[in-house]
Each structure stands twice: as structure tokens, then as C-alpha cells.
């Protein structure tokens, strides 16, 4: 009997081994997905997103969003779906692994294997494939008719090489012999000649030249507008642009001269959608761009340059403008022009723009630049930047900004036909806010001018502000050092701005030039409550707009405020979270909403405080009340809300820490909520999944979070996130690695995808493999970033170790850019650690203080003074400050092994900060290693980086906090003849230090 019993027992023993999650593997990332577009069709009954691999093939959905049909474009991507919601247009690039190859091979752009097109009509299961695609386009606002593409380059037709046969061969012989013939004949003739004539019978005869080199074009390609109704097409040849008007009435293409045929010139052409004729509106230029129609689609204006030669050192472009009726394009705006400064001419590089009502037309003017000297040898002539104490800009900011100061464009209007130029900015006014879509005869421009120089330790720049008249370009001044935000409205009735100092919103009336105060009233700060930088904490930002200027909403850190501008009635609260901790924030459903109207149903993303939960809710302007929600629940609501346009229907992903992103289908419905049906109908949210990701993840030993709260070292209380792994054990003790930044409490039900680390620990897949992960939320006090992480990182860790499942002999830090900072810091302070990794630290404060962030040329200063060093004074004030947080001045106080990543292209936090550090501890004798990727910024961006960081990670912290050997670059390093032929990831059993 006791045999017997044994036989079940070992079969349930095995069952439970074989139903045992796997732990996740660095080679499961390529292969996990994210939902990247979504689209909704204006009748609501289709969508089209597509399932993107990390890495390798990406598929786009097609589907009814009654779920009732579905399609699948391998490889498709940047899909349209037709006004009519009839067909969805996509591209579908080539297979990855042809890609791969190509560039394997080193093939050149022309080689590589190229786009194909795809038209599919929504559900049916038929695909129109057309190979060798550049482009596609369709009418942002047409019927869905129409649609046109660009061709790529013909592939050349290698030459036929024919077997010849025996006869064949006998009659090239022949012909041969007949070409030797005539060669002879031609030889004795010219001999005959040269008797009289000279030599200079000999010489060859002269054949016609043909084209140089320098004269050819890069010729365009064939464009093919399509009747997707009927399938017909039209084809346009040497095609190299086009442009649909919003309407979908016209059609403009640009073509280019022929190499083949030098009579043939660049043209471009008005093709008429509607009657079907082409006409030639701009024949014979060098260069045409930025083509812009007006909203009708009955205008055309673009830049051209049609006088210079190819290799001309300077070119003066021209404004063109057409309108339906027209010969020929027109042309309206040259450097000559009245109202042109001297010294300035057409902006090549900024588009013009008609007003919505198409009476103004907008465009740019720019410096003439004087053009390099060629007579000057390079390798005699000085290179140097110079450094002077009134630049408005740093010389390494003028730098990374030269080519932006260098297409440097002021705006300017033409009225009508009126052909004078009215300036509208300038060098005194660089930017330029247009109302009404244009059609207000006003603008807002604004200038930083003359308080550009305290950016260097403000860490922001105040502007001057003016409204401009696009009448006759009179100025009037509205305010003068205004930090931002600033706003115009969108009717230009109002200009709007918070000021910092005085915690509150004001307006500039442009009827009569009131400033008011607009939330005066409001009890409850607009401004971050919770900021603990030394600096006037910024306002929790703007909403949007009520159609016609009506109200202007705004945040405060739950709700939004409804204000009126002329701050003639009081501000309405419109959402009352705060008495509930809900966070509601609107989510625009429409890219080209300009404000909020009337009828709209307007979408609040919410988030509860409390316990982190996420929701929807959907607040209707007509009856001015909340209408449909969904229950809060454990998830987090993705960004990006799309709406169909006909119906109240909604796209959107939702995920938790443990789900991954599933797209989301919500729709208002008006349901019967009464006991006894038909009675009263209530309006409901209803929601459907429509795809879930990666179903795969069941397959792994996943994570799972918690919240949790515990008291610091100065009493107050603090939260932060627990993740352990799904078959958490609470009889075992894991090990820890504490990551941390700022606060995460509030990513609760982020979900977080196994993916290559660009410089921190990966959550999904140090939890799959046995570690806990805590991220603790650190609160700062002025001039105490180091003390304030202590507070906060060596509580928490204190706290955990306290657990019975935590084993306090195996913690570890972690932490990129400001974290690594903290993990440089708190090593100094305590050896409770059995390891650590900091990603780009500053080490030393009094060096980094007065240095350069490389990728934007800004110096540090304001960093340290106001923003998030939080020093809040400068180096001379309080050197003790700068030093007390300062790592490097107490590496000798460091006994736990630290792994340090800088990369040497960093250009948020100089790269000698990393160096400073590491040659501080290797002098001191401290186990220390620095990972440096070449050519890599702050956080690593090649994916080959990524993956190998994510594998030394693991080793590193298998090593110190698991115990495992240490592969030969922690035990050995790698030596500078080892590079790119051995990376030492392999582990040497035998091998300890």
C-alpha cells in the first residue's frame, strides 16, 4: 500500500515541475510587443493599429470594431484610413531579415530593398500590392475618392546575353568582317586626304557633347493618382513632389527636368480633380518648395529660385503665388520688395501659410548671410570660437544652435493683392503667434532679447511681449519679462500668462489693454504643491480654450478650473476631485482641435492618489455634467485617446504591471438602468478589448507590485513600489536591488516590458530571475540632494530588511544620470550595500557647477543653483554645499564595489565626471570597473549597446548578490587589444578576486 501511495505523490511532483513558469532570458526582447499607431474611421467601425516587435517585423490590424473581422498587413505601416472609411492605405516595408542582409552587405541606397504600397477595402479580404512605393498621400479632408503615389526608380534591365547557334555565329563573323572593310576604305580615304589637306584630315570628327556632369538633375518618378472607386489611374511622369488640397480638389506636382531631353524643363503642375485637367502654372526654375494651399484648395504659393547657377554660393529665392483663373503662378515677394529691410531676403526654409480665410498669406524673411570666401585655404587659416562676456548665448549654445540661428526666419504678411510686405517680426521679435487661423489683424510675437545672458543661472529666459498689427505693423506693448507660459488665444481676443511669483493667471485684454488677474479667487494653488525645488514652483498648466475666447480652462493639481478671461465671473470648478484625491487630466481626441466647443464630449483620464487606480471619464459641454465613466480599477490608461469623428466612439490602450498594453474600444450608449426595463436610460460607457499583446508572457515567471509606505529618518511619510516575482516565495529570502530617481509611486500599474537596458536595471527580468525590486520616492530639502536620498534610499532599505524575506547581506543600488548621482552618494554615507551601479554620476559638484551640458551647449550653473541638484545657492556663496554633496571628496569612505556607466559622447553630464570618480577609487584600491560605449550619449541608443549592457548587468549583480562566478571582464577586465575581438562575457568558474 505504502508503494502505491508513493506512484500519485511522484506524479503530482512532476506535474507541478513541468507547470513551472521559465524565468525570462536576454533573448526573449526582440520578440515582445508594443501597440504603436491607432486609428479610428470616422463612422467608428474600423480600426488600424499595428504590433511592433522590439525587434524584427511588425504587423498592422485591420479590424471592425465589433470584432466581427479582422486583416493582418505583414509589415505594414504609416496607414491612412480614407474620409469615407472605406479603404485603409498603408505602406508595408521589406522583410527585416532582407534588410539585415542588405546592409550586410553594404549595398548603396539604390539597392536596398525598397517600400511596397498596399490598398485594402475595409472588410473585404482582398490587398492591391503595388511593389517599389516611395509615397502615398490621400485628402486630409476629401470624400475618399482619391488618392495619389510616388514610384520609385525604374530598376535597369540588365542586357540579354543570347547563346549564339552556328549560323549566328557565321553572321557576326560576316558583319565583322565588313566593319574591318569599311575601317580600311575609311583609312586609305583619309590618307588620300592628308596628301592636300594636311594632318589635320586625321583627326577624329567632333561629336556632339553631352550633358555635364555638373547640369544633371536627379530626374523624378512616375506619380499615379488613383480613382480607388473605379481603379482608375492618371500618370504623371519625372514627378519629384505633390501635395493634396484639403479638400481633395486639387492636386499639385512638381516635375523635374529630363536628363535625356535638356528642352524639357521643371514644371509645376495645377491638376484639377474635379474636371480632370492639368495645367502648367511655373515652368523653368532650379528650386521649388514648401508648396502651401489654401484651405479651398483654390491657392498655390511656394519658394523658388530660378536665376542661380547649381554650384552658386548664394541663391536669393522668390515668393510665388497662384489662384484658380490664374495664367501663371505670380510672382509676389523678392528682396527688392517695399516693406523688405535692406539686408534681408525670402526665407528658403519656412513654409508660407494662407489664413484660414485666404485673404492674408504669411511668410518668412531671413538674414543674407555673406558667403564663404573659396580663395581662402583652409589649412592656413585660424579655427577658433571666441568667449565674450556680453554674448547673449554661450559659445558652445551658439554652436549646437548654428544651423537653427543660421535658417533664422522672421515672419511677414502680404494683405490681398496688396503687394507690400508688412514685417510682422524681427530680430526684436523672433517669434510669432498667429489668431483665428490667421485671420485676426493682429499677432502676438515675443522676444527674449535682452534677457538672454541670466538663462546661464535662471535655468529659463523671460520674454517681452507685443501685438503686432498685420495692417501696418504697429507694435503695442502687452508686458515685458514674462516667464512662460504664455498664450494666445485662439481667437486673439486675449493674451494669457502665469506668473510665478505672484501664483497666479492674468490676462491682457487686446480690446482696450486690461490686465486682470483671472484666479484670484481660487482657493486652492494652481501651482505644484509638492515641488520641492528652490525656485517659484511652476503652475500646473493650461487646459485649453472655450470656442470664441469664451473661458480659458486650467489645472490645479486634481482639477480644472473654468475661467473667464475678462475676470468677469467667478472660476467654476468642473471636475471636484480633489475632495476624493482624483487626478483628472483631459485627453484630446483630435489633432486638430484648436479649442474646446460647445457640443463636444470631452475625455478625462483619471487617476486616484490613494490607492493608484485609473479610470475614464467622459464630461458632455452641451449639458455641462459627467455623462459615462469607467470604474477605477487596478490599470493605467495609455497615452493617446483617438475618436471617431462621427461617432462617440474611443480608442485607447490600457495595462497594468502585470497586463500587458491591450487596445481598448469605449462607446457611449444610452442603457436602461430602471428595475423593471423601459424606464430610465442612462448613458454608459461600454467597453471592448480589442487585441491584447504578447500572449506569450504566461509562459514566464512574471512580476508582481505593491505599494508601500514607511516612516524616513525625519518621521515624514514616504511611498514606493515593491516588485517581486510572481512565484514569490515568502519562506525564501531574495535579494534587492533599490532603484531610484525622483518619485515612481504613481506608475503603480505601469507596465513595464523585458526590453535592453538603455542604462537602468529591467524590472521584468531581474523579478523572473529571483530579485525583489524596490523604488523608493525621494522627497528633497534645499541643499541636500545627497542627504535627502539617504533619508529616503537608506530608510526604505532598512526598512525592507526588516522582512523575513529579505536577505540584508544582498542589497544593491541602481540608478542613471540624477539616481546615479544619489548611488555615487550614498555609498559614501553607508556600507550596508553588497553592491552598486551608477549610470553617468556626477562626482564632483565644484567642477560640474560651472560646466557645459554638451548636447545643448547650456552651462550647468542654473542646474545646480535652482533646479535639480537643489543647492539653491552659488559655488561662491556656499562652497561647503557643492563639496559636502560632492562624492568624490569622500571616496576613501567607499567599501562597496560600484560599477560605474559614462559613455564618452555623453552630453547631459560631462563625461570627466564618470573618470573623476572612477580614478578617485581605482588610486584608493576600491573594487571599481567603469563600462564606457563608444560614441554613445547620456543614456545608450543602439540597440547591440543595449543588449550587452543588459548582460553585464545580470552578471554583475548575479556576482554580488547571488553569488555566481564572475565572468572575465568583472574578474580580469579586458585589455585595448582585446577590443572588438573578445567582449570576456563568458564565466571562469576558477576565476575569484
Same mark, same amino acid.
Given at each position: 500500500?505504502?508503494?502505491?501511495?508513493?506512484?500519485?505523490?511522484?506524479?503530482?511532483?512532476?506535474?507541478?515541475?513541468?507547470?513551472?513558469?521559465?524565468?525570462?532570458?536576454?533573448?526573449?526582447?526582440?520578440?515582445?510587443?508594443?501597440?504603436?499607431?491607432?486609428?479610428?474611421?470616422?463612422?467608428?467601425?474600423?480600426?488600424?493599429?499595428?504590433?511592433?516587435?522590439?525587434?524584427?517585423?511588425?504587423?498592422?490590424?485591420?479590424?471592425?470594431?465589433?470584432?466581427?473581422?479582422?486583416?493582418?498587413?505583414?509589415?505594414?505601416?504609416?496607414?491612412?484610413?480614407?474620409?469615407?472609411?472605406?479603404?485603409?492605405?498603408?505602406?508595408?516595408?521589406?522583410?527585416?531579415?532582407?534588410?539585415?542582409?542588405?546592409?550586410?552587405?553594404?549595398?548603396?541606397?539604390?539597392?536596398?530593398?525598397?517600400?511596397?504600397?498596399?490598398?485594402?477595402?475595409?472588410?473585404?479580404?482582398?490587398?492591391?500590392?503595388?511593389?517599389?512605393?516611395?509615397?502615398?498621400?490621400?485628402?486630409?479632408?476629401?470624400?475618399?475618392?482619391?488618392?495619389?503615389?510616388?514610384?520609385?526608380?525604374?530598376?535597369?534591365?540588365?542586357?540579354?546575353?543570347?547563346?549564339?547557334?552556328?549560323?549566328?555565329?557565321?553572321?557576326?563573323?560576316?558583319?565583322?568582317?565588313?566593319?574591318?572593310?569599311?575601317?580600311?576604305?575609311?583609312?586609305?580615304?583619309?590618307?588620300?586626304?592628308?596628301?592636300?589637306?594636311?594632318?589635320?584630315?586625321?583627326?577624329?570628327?567632333?561629336?556632339?557633347?553631352?550633358?555635364?556632369?555638373?547640369?544633371?538633375?536627379?530626374?523624378?518618378?512616375?506619380?499615379?493618382?488613383?480613382?480607388?472607386?473605379?481603379?482608375?489611374?492618371?500618370?504623371?511622369?519625372?514627378?519629384?513632389?505633390?501635395?493634396?488640397?484639403?479638400?481633395?480638389?486639387?492636386?499639385?506636382?512638381?516635375?523635374?527636368?529630363?536628363?535625356?531631353?535638356?528642352?524639357?524643363?521643371?514644371?509645376?503642375?495645377?491638376?484639377?480633380?474635379?474636371?480632370?485637367?492639368?495645367?502648367?502654372?511655373?515652368?523653368?526654375?532650379?528650386?521649388?518648395?514648401?508648396?502651401?494651399?489654401?484651405?479651398?484648395?483654390?491657392?498655390?504659393?511656394?519658394?523658388?529660385?530660378?536665376?542661380?547657377?547649381?554650384?552658386?554660393?548664394?541663391?536669393?529665392?522668390?515668393?510665388?503665388?497662384?489662384?484658380?483663373?490664374?495664367?501663371?503662378?505670380?510672382?509676389?515677394?523678392?528682396?527688392?520688395?517695399?516693406?523688405?529691410?535692406?539686408?534681408?531676403?525670402?526665407?528658403?526654409?519656412?513654409?508660407?501659410?494662407?489664413?484660414?480665410?485666404?485673404?492674408?498669406?504669411?511668410?518668412?524673411?531671413?538674414?543674407?548671410?555673406?558667403?564663404?570666401?573659396?580663395?581662402?585655404?583652409?589649412?592656413?587659416?585660424?579655427?577658433?570660437?571666441?568667449?565674450?562676456?556680453?554674448?547673449?548665448?554661450?559659445?558652445?549654445?551658439?554652436?549646437?544652435?548654428?544651423?537653427?540661428?543660421?535658417?533664422?526666419?522672421?515672419?511677414?504678411?502680404?494683405?490681398?493683392?496688396?503687394?507690400?510686405?508688412?514685417?510682422?517680426?524681427?530680430?526684436?521679435?523672433?517669434?510669432?503667434?498667429?489668431?483665428?487661423?490667421?485671420?485676426?489683424?493682429?499677432?502676438?510675437?515675443?522676444?527674449?532679447?535682452?534677457?538672454?545672458?541670466?538663462?546661464?543661472?535662471?535655468?529659463?529666459?523671460?520674454?517681452?511681449?507685443?501685438?503686432?498689427?498685420?495692417?501696418?505693423?504697429?507694435?503695442?506693448?502687452?508686458?515685458?519679462?514674462?516667464?512662460?507660459?504664455?498664450?494666445?488665444?485662439?481667437?486673439?481676443?486675449?493674451?494669457?500668462?502665469?506668473?510665478?511669483?505672484?501664483?497666479?493667471?492674468?490676462?491682457?485684454?487686446?480690446?482696450?489693454?486690461?490686465?486682470?488677474?483671472?484666479?484670484?479667487?481660487?482657493?486652492?494653488?494652481?501651482?505644484?504643491?509638492?515641488?520641492?525645488?528652490?525656485?517659484?514652483?511652476?503652475?500646473?498648466?493650461?487646459?485649453?480654450?472655450?470656442?470664441?475666447?469664451?473661458?480659458?480652462?486650467?489645472?490645479?493639481?486634481?482639477?480644472?478650473?473654468?475661467?473667464?478671461?475678462?475676470?468677469?465671473?467667478?472660476?467654476?470648478?468642473?471636475?471636484?476631485?480633489?475632495?476624493?484625491?482624483?487626478?483628472?487630466?483631459?485627453?484630446?481626441?483630435?489633432?486638430?482641435?484648436?479649442?474646446?466647443?460647445?457640443?463636444?464630449?470631452?475625455?478625462?483620464?483619471?487617476?486616484?492618489?490613494?490607492?493608484?487606480?485609473?479610470?475614464?471619464?467622459?464630461?458632455?459641454?452641451?449639458?455641462?455634467?459627467?455623462?459615462?465613466?469607467?470604474?477605477?480599477?487596478?490599470?493605467?490608461?495609455?497615452?493617446?485617446?483617438?475618436?471617431?469623428?462621427?461617432?462617440?466612439?474611443?480608442?485607447?490602450?490600457?495595462?497594468?504591471?502585470?497586463?500587458?498594453?491591450?487596445?481598448?474600444?469605449?462607446?457611449?450608449?444610452?442603457?436602461?438602468?430602471?428595475?423593471?426595463?423601459?424606464?430610465?436610460?442612462?448613458?454608459?460607457?461600454?467597453?471592448?478589448?480589442?487585441?491584447?499583446?504578447?500572449?506569450?508572457?504566461?509562459?514566464?515567471?512574471?512580476?508582481?507590485?505593491?505599494?508601500?509606505?514607511?516612516?524616513? +529618518?525625519?518621521?515624514?511619510? %514616504?511611498? !514606493?513600489? *515593491?516588485?517581486?516575482?510572481?512565484?514569490?516565495?515568502? &519562506? #525564501?529570502?531574495? /535579494?534587492?536591488?533599490?532603484?531610484?530617481?525622483?518619485?515612481?509611486?504613481?506608475?503603480?500599474?505601469?507596465?513595464?516590458?523585458?526590453?535592453?537596458?538603455?542604462?537602468?536595471?529591467? +524590472?521584468?527580468?531581474?523579478? %523572473?530571475? !529571483?530579485? *525583489?525590486?524596490?523604488?523608493?520616492?525621494?522627497?528633497? &530639502? #534645499?541643499?541636500? /540632494?545627497?542627504?535627502?536620498?539617504?533619508?529616503?534610499?537608506?530608510?526604505?532599505?532598512?526598512?525592507?530588511?526588516?522582512?523575513?524575506?529579505?536577505?540584508?547581506?544582498?542589497?544593491?543600488?541602481?540608478?542613471?544620470?540624477?539616481? !546615479?548621482?544619489?548611488?555615487?552618494?550614498?555609498?559614501?554615507?553607508?556600507?550596508?550595500?553588497?553592491?552598486?551601479?551608477?549610470?553617468?554620476?556626477?562626482?564632483?559638484?565644484?567642477?560640474?557647477?560651472?560646466?557645459?551640458?554638451?548636447?545643448?551647449?547650456?552651462?550647468?550653473?542654473?542646474?545646480?543653483?535652482?533646479?535639480?541638484?537643489?543647492?539653491?545657492?552659488?559655488?561662491?556663496?556656499?562652497?561647503?554645499?557643492?563639496?559636502?554633496?560632492?562624492?568624490?571628496?569622500?571616496?576613501?569612505?567607499?567599501?562597496?564595489?560600484?560599477?560605474?556607466?559614462?559613455?564618452?559622447?555623453?552630453?547631459?553630464?560631462?563625461?570627466?565626471?564618470?573618470?573623476?570618480?572612477?580614478?578617485?577609487?581605482?588610486?584608493?584600491?576600491?573594487?571599481?570597473?567603469?563600462?564606457?560605449?563608444?560614441?554613445?550619449?547620456?543614456?545608450?541608443?543602439?540597440?547591440?549597446?543595449?543588449?550587452?549592457?543588459?548582460?553585464?548587468?545580470?552578471?554583475?549583480?548575479?556576482?554580488?548578490?547571488?553569488?555566481?562566478?564572475?565572468?572575465?571582464?568583472?574578474?580580469?577586465?579586458?585589455?585595448?587589444?582585446?577590443?572588438?575581438?573578445?567582449?570576456?562575457?563568458?564565466?571562469?568558474?576558477?576565476?575569484?578576486?
Amino acid at each position: 500500500m505504502r508503494k502505491l501511495f508513493c506512484i500519485p505523490v511522484l506524479l503530482l511532483v512532476g506535474l507541478h515541475v513541468s507547470a513551472q513558469k521559465k524565468p525570462l532570458t536576454h533573448a526573449v526582447y526582440d520578440g515582445w510587443q508594443s501597440i504603436n499607431e491607432r486609428y479610428i474611421s470616422n463612422d467608428g467601425k474600423w480600426v488600424v493599429y499595428t504590433v511592433t516587435p522590439q525587434e524584427g517585423d511588425a504587423t498592422l490590424v485591420i479590424q471592425s470594431t465589433d470584432n466581427t473581422y479582422r486583416k493582418e498587413i505583414p509589415r505594414g505601416y504609416g496607414a491612412a484610413i480614407t474620409e469615407d472609411s472605406r479603404f485603409v492605405i498603408c505602406k508595408i516595408r521589406p522583410l527585416f531579415s532582407a534588410t539585415r542582409e542588405a546592409k550586410i552587405k553594404k549595398k548603396k541606397p539604390d539597392e536596398m530593398p525598397n517600400d511596397s504600397l498596399a490598398i485594402i477595402e475595409t472588410g473585404t479580404d482582398s490587398v492591391l500590392r503595388i511593389p517599389r512605393v516611395k509615397s502615398f498621400k490621400t485628402p486630409e479632408k476629401g470624400a475618399g475618392q482619391w488618392m495619389a503615389y510616388l514610384r520609385e526608380k525604374e530598376l535597369p534591365v540588365p542586357p540579354a546575353v543570347a547563346t549564339p547557334d552556328s549560323l549566328s555565329q557565321l553572321n557576326g563573323l560576316l558583319r565583322m568582317a565588313d566593319s574591318l572593310t569599311r575601317l580600311a576604305d575609311s583609312l586609305r580615304n583619309k590618307a588620300s586626304e592628308a596628301k592636300t589637306k594636311g594632318l589635320t584630315a586625321l583627326q577624329p570628327v567632333k561629336k556632339e557633347s553631352k550633358p555635364k556632369a555638373g547640369d544633371r538633375v536627379d530626374e523624378g518618378t512616375e506619380l499615379v493618382l488613383r480613382n480607388l472607386y473605379t481603379g482608375e489611374e492618371k500618370k504623371f511622369a519625372l514627378a519629384s513632389d505633390y501635395y493634396f488640397s484639403k479638400p481633395g480638389n486639387t492636386l499639385i506636382i512638381e516635375t523635374t527636368r529630363s536628363n535625356a531631353d535638356t528642352l524639357m524643363k521643371a514644371t509645376v503642375l495645377w491638376y484639377s480633380i474635379i474636371n480632370g485637367k492639368a495645367d502648367t502654372v511655373f515652368r523653368g526654375f532650379n528650386e521649388a518648395k514648401n508648396y502651401v494651399l489654401d484651405d479651398a484648395g483654390t491657392q498655390l504659393a511656394f519658394i523658388a529660385e530660378r536665376d542661380s547657377s547649381a554650384k552658386a554660393l548664394q541663391k536669393f529665392y522668390k515668393l510665388y503665388h497662384y489662384r484658380t483663373g490664374m495664367d501663371s503662378a505670380r510672382l509676389r515677394v523678392h528682396r527688392n520688395t517695399a516693406g523688405i529691410t535692406k539686408g534681408l531676403t525670402i526665407s528658403e526654409t519656412q513654409a508660407p501659410e494662407f489664413s484660414a480665410n485666404g485673404k492674408k498669406l504669411y511668410f518668412s524673411l531671413m538674414a543674407i548671410r555673406k558667403p564663404k570666401d573659396t580663395t581662402l585655404v583652409d589649412f592656413e587659416t585660424a579655427r577658433l570660437d571666441i568667449w565674450h562676456y556680453k554674448d547673449d548665448y554661450l559659445q558652445p549654445q551658439q554652436l549646437v544652435q548654428l544651423n537653427t540661428e543660421l535658417q533664422r526666419s522672421y515672419r511677414a504678411v502680404l494683405n490681398g493683392d496688396d503687394d507690400k510686405v508688412i514685417k510682422l517680426g524681427g530680430e526684436d521679435a523672433e517669434m510669432v503667434y498667429l489668431a483665428d487661423e490667421g485671420n485676426s489683424d493682429y499677432v502676438m510675437a515675443a522676444t527674449t532679447k535682452g534677457n538672454r545672458i541670466e538663462f546661464q543661472w535662471l535655468g529659463y529666459t523671460r520674454y517681452n511681449v507685443y501685438l503686432v498689427s498685420t495692417i501696418d505693423g504697429a507694435r503695442k506693448q502687452v508686458k515685458d519679462k514674462i516667464r512662460t507660459p504664455i498664450i494666445f488665444s485662439p481667437k486673439g481676443k486675449y493674451v494669457l500668462w502665469y506668473d510665478a511669483a505672484q501664483k497666479n493667471y492674468f490676462t491682457y485684454a487686446v480690446a482696450g489693454g486690461a490686465i486682470t488677474n483671472i484666479t484670484k479667487s481660487i482657493k486652492v494653488p494652481l501651482y505644484e504643491e509638492d515641488d520641492d525645488h528652490p525656485d517659484d514652483p511652476p503652475a500646473h498648466g493650461i487646459m485649453k480654450w472655450h470656442e470664441d475666447d469664451k473661458y480659458v480652462y486650467l489645472y490645479d493639481k486634481y482639477d480644472v478650473w473654468q475661467c473667464d478671461p475678462g475676470g468677469k465671473t467667478a472660476p467654476l470648478n468642473v471636475t471636484n476631485g480633489r475632495p476624493h484625491k482624483v487626478v483628472y487630466r483631459y485627453m484630446p481626441t483630435n489633432k486638430e482641435e484648436k479649442f474646446i466647443a460647445d457640443t463636444q464630449k470631452l475625455v478625462f483620464k483619471r487617476l486616484n492618489m490613494v490607492n493608484k487606480y485609473g479610470g475614464l471619464s467622459i464630461y458632455d459641454m452641451k449639458d455641462r455634467r459627467f455623462v459615462a465613466d469607467t470604474a477605477d480599477g487596478p490599470f493605467k490608461i495609455g497615452f493617446g485617446i483617438v475618436k471617431a469623428k462621427n461617432s462617440d466612439q474611443f480608442v485607447y490602450t490600457r495595462e497594468s504591471f502585470d497586463v500587458s498594453p491591450v487596445l481598448m474600444m469605449a462607446q457611449i450608449k444610452n442603457t436602461d438602468v430602471s428595475d423593471n426595463s423601459g424606464g430610465a436610460m442612462m448613458p454608459v460607457l461600454v467597453q471592448t478589448q480589442l487585441h491584447a499583446t504578447n500572449p506569450q508572457q504566461k509562459e514566464y515567471n512574471w512580476l508582481t507590485c505593491e505599494l508601500v509606505k514607511w516612516t524616513m +529618518f525625519d518621521g515624514k511619510r %514616504s511611498e !514606493g513600489l *515593491l516588485y517581486k516575482p510572481e512565484n514569490f516565495d515568502p &519562506k #525564501k529570502k531574495y /535579494p534587492v536591488i533599490f532603484y531610484f530617481y525622483e518619485k515612481y509611486s504613481d506608475e503603480l500599474y505601469a507596465y513595464r516590458p523585458p526590453a535592453p537596458s538603455a542604462s537602468t536595471v529591467n +524590472f521584468p527580468y531581474f523579478a %523572473s530571475n !529571483g530579485y *525583489l525590486i524596490f523604488v523608493p520616492d525621494i522627497y528633497y &530639502k #534645499k541643499g541636500e /540632494p545627497g542627504e535627502s536620498a539617504y533619508n529616503a534610499v537608506v530608510s526604505a532599505a532598512k526598512f525592507m530588511a526588516k522582512k523575513p524575506w529579505v536577505d540584508s547581506t544582498k542589497m544593491a543600488i541602481q540608478g542613471q544620470s540624477w539616481g !546615479g548621482y544619489q548611488v555615487a552618494y550614498l555609498i559614501t554615507r553607508t556600507n550596508m550595500f553588497a553592491a552598486a551601479e551608477a549610470g553617468a554620476p556626477v562626482a564632483n559638484m565644484t567642477s560640474a557647477y560651472g560646466g557645459i551640458r554638451w548636447g545643448t551647449g547650456l552651462n550647468r550653473q542654473f542646474q545646480y543653483e535652482r533646479s535639480q541638484s537643489r543647492i539653491g545657492y552659488t559655488l561662491w556663496q556656499r562652497p561647503d554645499l557643492y563639496i559636502k554633496n560632492s562624492p568624490l571628496f569622500n571616496a576613501d569612505k567607499v567599501n562597496t564595489p560600484l560599477m560605474i556607466m559614462h559613455n564618452d559622447a555623453d552630453g547631459a553630464v560631462p563625461w570627466y565626471q564618470g573618470i573623476e570618480y572612477f580614478t578617485a577609487l581605482r588610486r584608493l584600491g576600491k573594487k571599481v570597473w567603469m563600462l564606457q560605449y563608444n560614441g554613445e550619449d547620456h543614456n545608450l541608443v543602439e540597440r547591440r549597446n543595449r543588449k550587452d549592457l543588459s548582460i553585464r548587468l545580470g552578471q554583475y549583480f548575479d556576482h554580488f548578490l547571488k553569488g555566481a562566478p564572475a565572468p572575465r571582464w568583472l574578474a580580469e577586465g579586458l585589455p585595448a587589444t582585446s577590443k572588438g575581438i573578445d567582449w570576456g562575457v563568458e564565466v571562469e568558474e576558477k576565476k575569484a578576486f
